[in-house]
């Protein structure tokens, strides 16, 4: 069964724009990842916020996790053709297994 | 430096066959995972190793997957009378120190199977 679920489930911007996307789980949790998979490619982690964490930045990117909502968001500041890809949202509820989100598909449209 | 290395990268086998998946973790990274992907689908998890030993397969779907890592490093996934729906990309992927220490997964770019 699928832990996290992303929406939206495609998202369609220009160049230049903010990308904004939504994970929400059901269970509590140890941690929460972003990950990004190029069409074709394995997926790549992005950034790892702990349960007990608010806020994390990453060069573009900023996520968010509230857990009394159970949700988590990534946004994407000042997109560039090249974000275009799937993002995961994934998280660890302890027990070894990280349970992955059906993902949001990006396109950024230059 | 080398990250997961799987092969083969496609796989078409016919219905009933026998199929072995490989994968060779990064060096050094204690924990091991499967997963599989269908088009348009996030990853399911199937199986994760820390070690050489089996901590979670509660993801396999039914006896005929099965996956080894005898020595603590390189990794076989074996699927049995293969059937049309086990057509799917399986991923691998491996962390230094597994979950629940807060170690993001480095995944491999996964082996395509297709049972005609």
């Known amino acids: 069964s699928q832990q996290g679920e992303e929406d939206p489930q495609a998202l369609s911007i220009q160049e230049g724009e903010n990308a904004t996307m939504n994970c929400s789980y059901k269970t509590s949790i140890n941690n929460l990842q972003w990950y990004r998979q190029n069409s074709g490619r394995g997926l790549v982690h992005l950034i790892l916020?702990?349960?007990?964490?608010r806020e994390k930045h990453s060069g573009r990117l900023r996520v968010t996790l509230d857990t009394s909502k159970k949700s988590s968001s990534l946004l994407i500041t000042a997109s560039r053709a090249a974000d275009t890809a799937s993002y995961f949202c994934?998280?660890?509820?302890?027990?070894?297994?990280?349970?992955f989100g059906q993902g949001t598909e990006l396109s950024v449209k230059p | 430096g080398a990250g997961v290395s799987q092969t083969p990268s496609n796989k078409v086998t016919e219905k009933g066959k026998y199929v072995e998946l490989r994968c060779d973790p990064i060096s050094g990274h204690t924990a091991l995972y499967w997963y599989r992907q269908s088009l348009g689908q996030g990853p399911e998890f199937l199986i994760y190793f820390q070690g050489t030993g089996a901590a979670d397969d509660s993801g396999l779907p039914n006896d005929r997957f099965f996956a080894v890592r005898p020595e603590g490093s390189v990794s076989t996934l074996k699927i049995q009378r293969t059937e049309r729906g086990d057509s799917a990309v399986y991923l691998c992927?491996?962390?230094?120190?597994?979950?629940?220490?807060?170690?993001?997964?480095?995944f491999g770019n996964g082996t395509r199977l297709t049972v005609t």
């Open positions: 994934a998280t660890d509820r302890g027990g070894g297994k990280l349970i």
């Open positions: 992927a491996s962390s230094l120190m597994g979950q629940g220490y807060n170690s993001p997964l480095h």
């Open positions: 916020i702990r349960s007990n964490e």
